[in-house]
């Protein structure tokens, strides 16, 4: 046995710590620590350290990602000889390999055969292979940002946020790889993303980049990941990281129904409460790989980024490539905790503009009310019964431009079917407005279809593949948002609408994969994909500058694009087009694990439902809509009985009372709907000050057992009243045996008590 310390000789020495410390009320310490004697670099958050190490041979070695320590991890590191483990030609030790030691940025070319981050191939030659080695460094006060891609963002100081930006060189490509790590100590999160930068002369090509990745020297891990299908999506699954490669990913042209791009390694005996958990959460909407690897001395790999399918991007000399962040975190008290910090992150620092932090308007969409068969006066009568339940805001959906009756035809045509409409857009929502509502209507502006103007005068504007039959997904093609003239066209079409009418709400929708992957405008065809992500991010830009005040909710066939890359653009994505409580029960739980509630649309609908048939009570259609802070309705009222119009009232009234609280709480999974009788969830205040249980019951047995809900996150000793009952509560015998749900009355009875801190 060979021990190695964590310094390099004969190579650019580490500069001197020179950062900043900051202050958080009593707590001082300083985000980022780089110190030369031990050749590491350590970031701080307020719970958390990571730590990196720049090695003897000049390699930048992971050592440390967990709770909040001092010192050098560098002892975790052990070398021996492992047989056929390869060396690079300057190393004459047979006792290091980069196929065993933890890696920061794992490239292909040097040893280390384990799933790499990167690979990159020189164009002239056609040679695959790197050697990075540690170049230098730079310390930034605040949070980086990405041109052209969203990314967690700081703009109070309060944030504490700085940037490690550390340098990787090539010298036979001249080519530098910036790591860049943002640090937000009140957030405990730590950001990462990439820039390969070509200095020399001649073109490579990127074949593979991922973002993040992590190395666990050891450990009995299980990982989680979220997968489904069209109508539900994010579906929570567990298993054991055994040998081998695990791995999901989109190869769709979007995040996907199928795979989130989102991923927790935690300890396999983890709980909402208990255990170490790591995640990582792509902010970026097109296609992704994540990843889990145990390496045959039991190391555990965990990896994100790109996924390299359909992919190969050239950069020119003087040009550089960034691979989108990734956004980490990590808690040692179970996987509650985990979200939580995930949920303040993207619900504070990812969303933005004027509807981050306000309550949404309660609306109503025409689309399960009357599908495409609607007209303006029909929708001024369904305005008007909205009013009188108190709803704020009326959206028309898709049927309202061209001559769309079905969806055979006219999408790309983004003017008014006046005849439909009984006028333009302008005046139908002045007389929604007249009825006391605002006005929102429905684009799916990356779309086009074969019957449309459009086509008819551009159809080499679709993604489509010279000589072979096109691809058809609801009838309808792609328009190619890596071509700027495409962009354009679509953005003065839709402010041709929205500059003269008063909207205040837009859905904006996309019902379809990208398969056809051929742009006209490059000969470089491995870069459509990701150039069209860019493109999409550019327009929705442009739509947030010129309507800054207007709610843009995401859509991408319900919960297709649901990911942290387009909540940086619409504060809220429609969390999937399957209505029925039951079912969203799981989707929803599911997309709470990676994302904040207050980002979910969650719509009560009409019985049957429309995909499952099944029937749920009005109420308990309320209480799972209400999870979600964009809360609304997907029915036509205007055909309900009295009963039910008196309940929907009761409903927004409680919306709006516990509205701040479902926006800005904690939130907790009391009860997975995964047990088949319960679900159960709860948000807190962060002052402990008041909190909301709601809970569903799913399976009815005759003479069944009760059912008790245990709440969290209440303040220790003091005592809580329920509003609906009451009851004076101790808050330690709450959180210790919780209390029983009175027995049912009706299948999928649910349940909702608003506590309140008694006072002293």
Not at 145 to 171: C, F, N, R, W
Not at 484 to 509: H, P, S, T
Request: charged letters at 25%.
């Amino acid at each position: 046995m060979v021990e190695h310390e964590c310094k390099r000789d004969g190579a650019v020495p580490l500069d001197d710590a020179s950062t900043t410390e900051v202050t958080l009320q009593d707590c001082r310490f300083t985000p980022i620590v780089v110190n030369q004697q031990d050749a590491t670099f350590t970031l701080h958050t307020l719970h958390t350290a990571y730590q990196m190490c720049v090695d003897r041979y000049g390699y930048l070695i992971h050592l440390y990602y967990g709770p909040r320590t001092e010192g050098t991890m560098n002892y975790v590191l052990n070398f021996c000889d492992r047989g056929q483990a390869s060396q690079p030609e300057r190393v004459n030790d047979r006792t290091y390999s980069l196929d065993s030691l933890p890696q920061e940025f794992s490239f292909q070319g040097m040893g280390d055969l384990r799933n790499p981050m990167f690979v990159v191939r020189e164009a002239t030659t056609g040679a695959y292979g790197c050697d990075l080695q540690y170049r230098g460094y730079e310390v930034i006060d605040g949070k980086y940002g990405l041109p052209g891609l969203p990314a967690v963002y700081s703009d109070d100081a309060k944030d504490m946020a700085q940037t490690l930006k550390v340098i990787l060189h090539d010298e036979r490509l001249d080519m530098d790889v910036e790591l860049l790590y943002g640090v937000m100590p009140t957030y405990d999160v730590i950001t990462r993303a990439v820039r390969v930068v070509n200095k020399g002369g001649a073109t490579i090509e990127v074949k593979r980049l991922h973002t993040a990745s992590i190395d666990f020297m050891h450990g009995d891990f299980d990982v989680m990941t979220f997968f489904g299908r069209h109508g539900m999506e994010r579906m929570p699954t567990r298993a054991r990281i055994e040998h081998g490669s695990f791995s999901i990913m989109s190869r769709r042209g979007e995040s996907s129904h199928q795979y989130n791009p989102f991923m927790i390694v935690c300890d396999y005996d983890a709980t909402e409460s208990a255990g170490q958990a790591w995640s990582m959460s792509f902010v970026y909407s097109g296609n992704f790989y994540a990843a889990v690897e145990k390496d045959q001395f039991d190391q555990v790999r965990m990896q994100m980024g790109l996924n390299d399918e359909l992919f190969s991007y050239p950069v020119a000399p003087g040009e550089a490539f960034v691979g989108p962040e990734v956004i980490m975190t990590y808690s040692n008290e179970g996987l509650g905790l985990l979200s939580q910090n995930l949920h303040r992150v993207i619900r504070q620092r990812v969303c933005r503009g004027y509807w981050r932090d306000r309550v949404r308007p309660v609306l109503i969409n025409s689309w399960e009310a009357s599908y495409f068969d609607f007209t303006g006066d029909s929708l001024v009568e369904l305005a008007k019964k909205a009013k009188e339940c108190g709803i704020e805001l009326l959206v028309m959906d898709d049927g309202w431009f061209g001559h769309r009756d079905d969806d055979m035809s006219s999408l790309g045509d983004w003017y008014p079917n006046k005849k439909k409409l009984g006028g333009t857009v302008a005046e139908l929502a002045k007389r929604v407005n007249d009825v006391g509502l605002e006005f929102g209507i429905w684009y799916e502006p990356e779309m086009i279809s074969e019957d449309s103007d459009l086509y008819r005068a551009h159809p080499d504007w679709a993604l489509t593949v010279p000589g072979k039959p096109k691809v058809l997904g609801r009838h309808q093609l792609v328009l190619d948002m890596s071509r700027k003239e495409v962009r354009d066209n679509i953005f003065q079409q839709m402010c041709g609408v929205l500059d003269d009418a008063n909207v205040a709400y837009l859905k904006w929708d996309c019902n379809r994969s990208l398969i056809d992957i051929y742009s006209r405008d490059t000969s470089d065809q491995g870069r459509v994909l990701y150039d069209y992500v860019l493109g999409l991010y550019d327009l929705l830009e442009r739509v947030h500058e010129r309507y800054p005040e207007m709610l843009i909710e995401g859509c991408a066939g319900g919960g297709g694009r649901f990911d942290a890359g387009m909540l940086y653009y619409t504060p809220q994505i429609w969390t999937s087009d399957t209505t029925d409580a039951i079912n969203r029960l799981t989707i929803q739980a599911g997309t709470s694990f990676g994302y904040p509630t207050s980002t979910m649309g969650c719509h009560v609908s009409e019985v049957p439902n429309a995909i499952t048939r099944r029937s749920t009570p009005l109420f308990t259609r309320g209480t799972v809509a209400m999870m979600g802070g964009g809360f609304g309705y997907e029915l036509d009222i205007t055909k309900l009985p009295d009963e039910e119009i008196d309940l929907i009232k009761q409903q927004v009234g409680a919306y709006h009372e516990t509205a701040e609280l479902v926006m800005n709480g904690r939130f907790y999974r009391l009860v997975p709907p995964e047990t088949n009788r319960l679900s159960a969830w709860e948000f807190v205040a962060d002052d402990g000050s008041e909190a909301l249980v709601s809970a569903v019951i799913i399976d009815v047995h005759g003479y069944g057992v009760a059912s008790y809900v245990v709440p969290r996150g209440l303040t220790p000793d003091s005592s809580y009243v329920c509003k609906e009952t009451g009851v004076i509560y101790p808050s330690n015998a709450l959180m210790s045996v919780g209390f029983p749900l009175a027995p049912i009355v009706v299948p999928y009875e649910s349940y909702q008590f608003h506590f309140k801190r008694v006072e002293a």
